[in-house]
């Protein structure tokens, strides 16, 4: 089965065509600038990576065009449209009303309409791809794959925040938690490997990179998870400053006669390692600059892992114990002495890193000693897999 | 904003109930949800930050509870320690049933010490007051 993956931002689109029996990306891409002159794609198939410009004025421009580059006699991977036989979306926020993956119709569009307050840049464009893909592929199975849903399974004295309760009531103001797709996806590669059923398994996912998240996963669900309402909520990250003091907020709003959108974009925009340490948002820098001679840089390396030691701790104990902890995302992936140093912090908890089998980038690998209480993996993330999977499971009940 | 994460929030915010633990947790022992709700998430939070501490000092040797919730809530302190399995706390159920002691509660067996210790703010400034003027000279 053939299954296409869209991610639609609100400018730009990212696909995939995947062959889920093979589990091989056919071929892959992203469209950018979406509504300009300058609207280009760059179409990666059979390792080729060809870029055309090409205004595109909506989405439904852009899948349009998108599609041809699927049949393109010169590159195609399929011979004509009718051999997609479904499409999975990704999306964000589907609240307390998605609580797993969903063929997509009306009502899933009213939730994303819904929850719009929540994600105002995510959920509308989820909404225009959807739309999109109506007009183009009328009658083509749509699945929706969201980024909340995974968290659902959370219980109440864990999602709730200790303010007024009419908050939660009246606004569904709790913690949703997000990246839900890729932590389902490493969490099941992890049982996997082990050749364990996820159901015996305690598992601690940290997928950290642009954006970062931890996850506690007890019998394949999620038991608690770092980020909160919105993205921005959890560890510090690139440029959001995860948790804080919720007077820091109100203090600096006063000290600088900020507005509540000033704030937000502070928060967002230039806070996490970035703002401790005042370099370019790029975890590789702000890394490399800590062993140099830039304090701030070091100070904001500390703040990080600590934080992520942190919350493994926490969920550890919130789980009463943990069996695999699991590093994943551009980070977690690739950034071998961020994963060391986290683990150093966890000794205590007989969690053991192994530097030889750790120095490596971007592998499914076991990175823990054998003597360690607690194994290491690192699971590249592949939450378009899972969004095709989630989308074959589907189309198949 | 100030005012409501201030005044109306925690254990309050959540359960509507009174701004003292003791109505709260006698709501609980009587069945209320919100109060038992309340309760749970406050010690869960205690819990986390108890894990969060353990991995700045790489291990933990004695948890001390202070202070009013600390030293007379028994039924705190006893939920905060069984979520603490995954580090060898063991609380011992009769020693732990008492208010206002200076007294170990743990059982033999713990990994960690857990204390209850009644603070004395006062004490610790009349100390820190006569050390530095000794020190002066």
Known sequence: ?397 | MENILNKESGVYGISGISVDFRDIENEAIAGGEEAILALDIYHYIISSYIAKCAVAMNGIDVITFTAGVGEKGPISRKAICDSLKFFGVKLDDELNDVKGEEREISAKDSKVKVWIVPTNEELMIAKETKEIITNKD
């Open chain 1, 1 to 397: 089965m053939k299954i296409l993956v869209l991610n639609c931002g609100s400018s730009s689109l990212k696909y995939q065509l995947i062959n889920i029996e093979t589990e091989e990306v056919l071929a892959s891409g992203k469209y950018e600038r979406i509504g300009e002159d300058e609207a280009f794609i760059t179409h990666k198939v059979n390792d080729k990576k060809i870029e055309i410009k090409h205004p595109a004025k909506t989405h439904e421009e852009a899948i349009d065009f998108t599609l041809k580059q699927l049949v393109n006699p010169e590159y195609k991977v399929i011979d004509n449209l009718d051999e997609i036989e479904a499409i999975g979306h990704r999306l964000v926020h589907g609240g307390e009303k998605i609580t797993q993956s969903v063929i997509i119709d009306d009502k899933v569009v009213e939730v994303l309409k819904e929850y719009t307050d929540l994600a105002p840049l995510h959920n509308p464009a989820g909404i225009i791809g959807i739309e999109a893909c109506k007009k183009v592929m009328p009658g083509k199975p749509m699945v929706g794959v969201f980024d909340t849903a995974f968290h659902q399974t959370i219980t109440k004295e864990k999602y709730l925040y200790a303010i007024p309760y009419k908050y939660y009531k009246n606004y569904g103001v709790r913690k949703y938690g997000f990246h839900g797709t890729s932590h389902m996806y490493v969490s099941k590669r992890a049982s996997e490997i082990e050749n364990k059923p996820i159901e015996e398994l305690k598992i601690i996912t940290c997928h950290l990179g642009q954006g970062s998240s931890i996850c506690a996963i007890q019998g394949g669900k999620s038991v608690d998870t770092s980020m909160g309402l919105t993205p921005l909520g959890g560890i510090p990250m690139v440029t959001r400053s995860g948790d804080l003091d919720p007077s820091v907020v109100t203090y600096l709003m006063k000290k600088e006669n900020l507005t509540v959108n000033q704030v937000e974009d502070i928060l967002n925009k230039q806070s996490g390692v970035q703002g401790i340490s005042g370099l370019a948002p790029d975890f590789r820098i702000i890394e490399a600059q800590s062993y140099e001679t830039n304090e701030r840089a070091k100070i904001a390396m500390e703040s990080f892992k600590y934080a992520v030691a942190s919350y493994i701790a926490k969920y550890a104990v919130a789980m009463n114990g943990v069996d695999i902890i699991v590093f994943t995302g551009g980070v977690g992936e690739n950034q071998i002495n961020i994963r060391k140093g986290i683990c150093e912090k966890l000794q205590f908890m007989g969690v053991e890193i192994d530097e030889d089998k750790n120095n490596m980038r971007g592998q499914e690998k076991l990175v823990s000693k054998d003597t360690s209480n607690v194994k290491i993996y690192v699971i590249p993330t592949n939450e378009e897999l899972m969004i095709a999977k989630e989308t074959e499971r589907l189309i198949n009940n």
